[in-house]
T-cell receptor, first 113, second 109 residues
């Protein structure tokens, strides 16, 4: 049973480009969470999604960031017009349901030049 | 608003030493607390999850305790080894998990 998968593992973008991060949850999991880990900072919650719905996006920056979890396919975290401050590790976690144990993926490390 | 604090931020010990990592949280209305390990450049590995009804949870050389009333948890590592070197994170549930900044442990041989 494969765990949570994220790709790419490393992503380099120049300022102003778009970054797309993908997360495939564990089999049977319909709840996905995105977290960001900035250098020297802890992991911060960004957004919580269930299939086709955003449940809580209180941790998402108001501009340039968006997330989706379609009926079919992986969850996508999209960052438009990236800036150097977006450089971070982005982690995805999935769970069977709300308040269930979350399982984390290996993360995508985004570097903005 | 729930806040999670971990002390110390970094710890260096010689191999074989027993050690304690601390985690405190401001809102005691939690239903569990989880300890994770993160190796440099890697993802998170769940170590122990303590339910609010439990006071302790053990896995091998690791023992985690939870005192909700005081808003504290400790992670005890017995007979530390160089392979234990990593960052240890504690987290409590909110809408999603709320993490402390972690304790970076270095065990020298």
């Amino acid at each position: 049973n494969a765990g949570v998968m994220q790709n790419p593992r490393h992503l380099v973008r120049r300022r102003g480009q778009e970054a797309r991060l993908r997360c495939s949850p564990m089999k049977g999991h319909s709840h996905v969470y995105w977290y960001r880990q900035l250098p020297e900072e802890g992991l911060k919650f960004m957004v919580y999604l269930q299939k086709e719905n955003i449940i809580d996006e209180s941790g998402m920056p108001k501009e340039r960031f968006s997330a989706e979890f379609p009926k079919e396919g992986p969850s996508i975290l999209r960052i438009q017009q990236v800036v150097r401050g977006d450089s971070a590790a982005y982690f995805c976690a999935s769970s069977l349901g709300p308040q269930e144990t979350q399982y984390f993926g290996p993360g995508t490390r985004l570097l903005v030049l | 608003k729930q806040e999670v604090t971990q002390i110390p931020a970094a710890l260096s010990v010689p191999e074989g030493e027993n050690l304690v990592l601390n985690c405190s949280f401001t809102d005691s209305a939690i239903y569990n607390l989880q300890w994770f390990r993160q190796d440099p450049g890697k993802g998170l590995t769940s170590l122990l999850l303590i339910q609010s009804s439990q006071r302790e949870q053990t896995s091998g050389r690791l023992n985690a305790s939870l005192d909700k009333s005081s808003g504290r948890s400790t992670l005890y590592i017995a007979a530390s080894q160089p392979g234990d070197s990593a960052t240890y994170l504690c987290a409590v549930p909110g809408t999603a998990l709320i993490f402390g900044k972690g304790t970076t442990l270095s065990v020298s041989s």
